[in-house]
C-alpha cells in the first residue's frame, strides 16, 4: 500500500473498488467473501496493492480499509446497504448488497472506465474488470468455509492468527473432495491439497 497517496484519492479509490465488485454481479455477497475476493484481486493486480493492505486477522486476510468502507463510505453514501449475519451464522461477517443508486453509480462507473481506457489506451482498469467478474463467478459459489480452506492452503501465512482454521481443517477432505466434484479445483490441486499439510 502506497502511504503517500493523497487520503481522497484513496479512498475514493477503495469505494469505487468495493462498487465496482458488488456491481459486477447483481446479487448480494458476504462481507467475508467482499474481503477475500478483493484480497485474491489484490495478489494478482498491482493497481489494487497501492490503495489496500491486508493483515492477519480471525478469520484470515484482512483489510482494514475495505470494513471501514463498507460501513462508513465518505463518498458512495447509501450505493450498498448491509445486513448484519443471522445468529447461527459463523463466518460471513454480514451481507452487502448495492442499492438502486448504487446500481446507477456502478453503470456510471463502468462507463467512464471503458471511455477512458479507449482514450488512454490503458489496459489496467479493463484487466481490473475482467479480473474482479471471473473472481466473483469463481468463488460466490463457495460457502465461506470453502472460501477460507482455500485460502488457509494457497497463503499460509494467514492461518497465525486464526481463530477458525482448525475448526474448518478438520472437515477438509470433505470440503476439498466437494470443491473436486463441482470442479471448483482439478484432481492435480486436490492430491496438492490433501498432500500438504498446514499448521495454526
Given amino acids: 500500500m502506497d502511504n503517500t497517496l493523497n487520503p481522497e484519492i484513496k479512498q475514493k479509490a477503495i469505494e469505487n473498488l468495493i462498487l465496482l465488485i458488488l456491481g459486477s454481479v447483481d446479487k448480494e455477497m458476504s462481507q467475508l467473501h467482499l474481503q477475500k475476493e478483493v484480497f485474491l484481486l489484490w495478489n494478482f493486480h498491482p493497481l489494487i496493492k497501492k490503495y489496500i493492505g491486508f493483515i492477519k486477522h480471525f478469520r484470515g486476510p484482512f ?42 453509480d456502478y453503470s456510471k462507473l463502468i462507463n ?36 477460507l480452506l482455500l485460502i488457509y492452503y494457497t497463503y499460509p501465512e494467514y492461518i497465525q492468527k486464526s481463530e477458525v482454521f482448525n475448526q474448518i481443517n478438520s472437515d477438509r477432505i470433505r470440503i476439498f473432495t466437494k470443491l473436486l466434484k463441482e470442479g471448483v479445483i482439478d484432481k492435480d490441486r486436490f492430491d496438492d491439497l490433501l498432500s500438504t499439510e498446514v499448521f495454526l
Fill in 112 to 147: 467512464s472506465i471503458r471511455e477512458n481506457s479507449k482514450e488512454t489506451k490503458d489496459p489496467d482498469l479493463l484487466q481490473l474488470l475482467s479480473g474482479i467478474k471471473l473472481v466473483r463467478m469463481l468463488y460466490d459459489k463457495l460457502s465461506s468455509e470453502e472460501l
Fill in 63 to 104: 483489510s482494514r480499509e475495505i470494513q471501514e468502507s463498507i460501513f462508513s463510505p465518505l463518498y458512495l453514501e447509501n450505493d450498498w446497504e448491509y445486513n448484519n449475519p443471522s445468529k447461527n451464522d459463523e463466518y460471513s461477517g454480514g451481507h452487502i448488497r448495492l442499492t438502486k443508486k448504487g446500481k446507477e
